[in-house]
């Protein structure tokens, strides 16, 4: 069983930063593409960012310039790096992961984490 944990949510003030953290835990072999989220009240979810597992990153255009992606894949984990935050990047940040399970996962399974909430105050 894999799991995905998301961290590092909160309030904070426009023009304020914060580091959001998504691990990966359990029996895996690896992980190809890692994905951050996130979902605004009424509004459709929305992909923010993405990074492959050779490090080539892509990004919403209402982000570029403000958020970076990153990540260890020694340690299972995703990083989104939000500076210059402003009050529409209020929402919850999920995250997900396509996990090769082992060498007979060909296809690989996408798990996803249950999000932390993120608000910036104007």
């Known amino acids: 069983q894999v799991q995905l944990v998301e961290s590092g949510g909160g309030l904070v003030q426009a023009g304020g930063s914060l580091r959001l953290s998504c691990a990966a835990s359990?029996?895996?072999?690896?992980?190809?593409?890692m994905n951050w989220y996130r979902q605004a009240p009424g509004k459709q979810r929305e992909l923010v960012a993405t990074i492959t597992s050779g490090g080539a990153t892509t990004y919403a255009d209402s982000v570029k310039g403000r958020f970076t992606i990153s990540r260890d894949n020694a340690k299972n984990t995703a990083y989104l790096q939000m500076n210059s935050l402003k009050p529409e990047d209020t929402a919850v940040y999920f995250c997900n992961a396509h996990v090769y399970l082992n060498v007979f996962d060909l296809r690989g399974h996408y798990y996803g984490g249950q999000g932390t909430q993120v608000t910036v105050s104007s």
């Open positions: 359990g029996t895996l072999l690896s992980i190809d593409v």
